[in-house]
């Protein structure tokens, strides 16, 4: 089918003022100019209207942390054991959340759903769209380990008696599992190499931190304060992983620094209260501060934080303290997918990507927008 007469906003690097995407199979096979010839009753006109890809939250809780349950529907914190690199996100999230129909009804057809933060590590995060019934089906990739700094694992933990209850500690238990991990996979290879050589009793927890080693998903670091930024960057370079920052709420204190080590980071929630310590800080500012010194951002809610319909306004209201507003369309749409990994398949409006797209009749940074049509992989779901 054919989507024509629209202003086609790729984040490719370029806009088509009057194009046409052609998507077969859920998929765009092409994005051009002009009016497609051979139209049939079921192509659709959009009017001049403004088509951008389907937007992309990087950071959420979506489904793993239900709307208006309470504990019953509470997925998120497995908070027995500091160390539970294992637990899947994929385990605990409820695709029939009403929250899914709020983000895709928003044109937020992906989302990052994380566990965490309460342990020092939280477990695997999962990249999935927000349209569907079995979250298997939903899912794009397991993309990233979820690691935690600072005040939530302290808070945690001190309520128990139990390690950890300083920075100092909540560094040494995740240095302790890399640590253990890099020497289970090392064993494995050298038992592989070496009929001589007993390969090491299975272990779970070492099993799931293994992709991080071969560079197959990233690591990340919940952090807020600028010296748990830094933290989350001395353990990364220790042990050789590719990370990216999570919140970085003070990132805009040392953002010279952070675009010198190439850093990414996910900013956000951007229109929340102060609402503990290490967040005191939090400054609308901050995203436009780490973008103008080379830092790669993406925004996000950290829904059920801030609710994931508005991750629009929370990309307005940087644009509005000095992040540019091209660069905070980016931030929602291609950076979150090339900062997660998954580029290949979301993130701009491309040939043999999926055909997730949202149209709006107007600007989605203004509040009084909301999209006329949204597609997830070539279906049309409003």
Not at 35 to 64: C, E, K, Q, S, V
Not at 143 to 170: C, H, Q, W
Not at 219 to 228: E, I, P, S, T, V
Request: overall charge negative; hydrophobic content about 35%; glycine content about 8%.
């Amino acid at each position: 089918m054919y989507i024509y007469n629209a202003v086609i906003h790729t984040m490719e690097g370029y806009d088509i003022k009057n194009g046409y995407v052609k998507i077969e199979n859920g998929k765009f096979v092409e994005v051009n100019e002009g009016i497609p010839r051979n139209l049939t009753d079921t192509d659709i006109n959009a009017g001049g209207m403004n088509m951008y890809p389907g937007f992309i939250d990087a950071h959420t809780h979506l489904g793993i942390i239900e709307d208006g349950v309470g504990f019953e529907g509470d997925d998120c914190n497995e908070e027995t054991d500091p160390v539970t690199p294992h637990l899947r996100s994929i385990d605990g999230i409820n695709p029939f959340d009403r929250c899914f129909d709020e983000a895709s009804s928003a044109g937020i057809t992906t989302v990052l759903s994380s566990p965490g933060s309460a342990n020092t590590i939280c477990g695997q995060i999962c990249a999935i769209k927000t349209y569907g019934r079995r979250i298997d089906d939903m899912i794009i990739k397991n993309v990233a380990i979820k690691f935690a700094l600072g005040e939530n694992p302290k808070s945690v933990y001190k309520d128990k008696d139990e390690t950890p209850v300083t920075r100092m500690a909540t560094a040494a238990l995740i240095r302790e599992a890399l640590y253990k991990a890099k020497k289970y996979l090392d064993d494995i290879e050298k038992s592989e190499n070496d009929e001589d050589f007993t390969p090491p009793e299975y272990d779970i927890k070492c099993e799931a931190l293994i992709p991080l080693f071969k560079n197959e998903v990233t690591a990340h670091f919940h952090c807020h304060r600028a010296d748990d930024i830094f933290t989350a960057l001395r353990i990364s370079r220790e042990f050789d992983l590719n990370c990216v920052l999570i919140h970085a709420t003070e990132g805009y204190k040392v953002a010279d620094i952070l675009g010198n080590e190439k850093a990414s980071a996910i900013v956000g929630p951007i229109i929340c209260d102060r609402s503990k310590h290490e967040m005191k800080n939090l400054d609308a500012k901050n995203a436009g501060i780490l973008a103008e010194k080379n830092v790669d951002i993406a925004i996000c809610t950290d829904h059920p934080v801030i609710p994931v319909q508005y991750l629009f306004m929370s990309a307005a209201v940087a644009a509005k303290n000095g992040l540019d507003k091209q660069k905070a369309l980016e931030a929602i749409t291609i950076n979150p997918a090339k900062i997660c990994g998954i580029d290949n398949r979301v993130g701009s409006i491309s040939p043999g990507k999926d055909a997730d797209l949202c149209i709006f009749n107007g600007d989605p940074l203004n509040l009084m927008s909301s999209p006329e049509i949204v597609f997830i992989d070539g279906k049309r779901i409003n």
